[in-house]
């Protein structure tokens, strides 16, 4: 059995995947969840001095009894341009779990001051407190990536405001 959450931009997709093969006489079984985005990245960091990008986040919670649940939330990214240096904030917040319907302890989730490169890809942090995505599209128009923090593995995606 497999459970996607995505959602798909004009130049990114991204989303969040349970995948459950039961255990049989011929297969020793698997469970799994992983996050992806793919897309036309746009291969450079921006250039203004500050940006913003705002959307949605989906997930599920990686362990514990709600694990397999559908979160979803808002995502709001800031990027700053200081000295030559890229940063980015993020912030994912309001998240609710879909399945019973009330909000998700916690509620909110952030990273900050993560390093863009030059590339326009930022990554940061190590399994379970990390964050990975890029900027999408003509003009960075796009960002998106996923993350793992507080017991949640997402995705996100936002569009420049």
């Known amino acids: 059995m497999r459970e996607t959450y995505s959602a798909l931009m004009r130049h ?4 969040v995947s349970s995948v459950h093969f039961p255990e049989n006489e011929d297969f020793y079984g698997f469970s799994g969840r992983y996050g992806r985005v793919i897309g036309d990245l746009t291969g450079s960091r921006p250039t203004d001095v500050t ?8 997930g599920t919670p990686a362990t ?4 397999g649940n559908v979160l979803q939330g808002d995502a709001a ?3 700053t341009l200081d000295g030559g240096r890229g940063t980015l904030d993020a912030a994912f917040t309001d998240i609710k779990d879909l399945d019973r319907l ?3 302890a916690p509620e909110t989730v952030r990273f900050d001051d ?11 942090g190590l399994t379970g407190n990390r964050i990975q ?3 999408y599209g003509p003009g960075h128009v796009e960002a998106a990536g996923v993350f793992e923090q507080s017991n949640i593995l997402g995705a ?3 569009k420049r405001r």
Request: aromatic share 18%; net charge negative; glycine share 18%.
């Open 51 to 58: 940006a913003a990008w705002s959307g949605v986040m989906v």
């Open 114 to 124: 993560v390093p863009v490169e030059p590339d326009g890809t930022f990554e940061t």
């Open 64 to 67: 514990g009894d709600n694990r």
């Open 133 to 135: 995505g890029g900027f």
């Open 77 to 79: 990214l800031t990027y």
């Open 102 to 104: 009330a909000a998700h």
């Open 156 to 158: 996100f995606g936002a």
């Open 12 to 15: 990114a997709y991204f989303g």
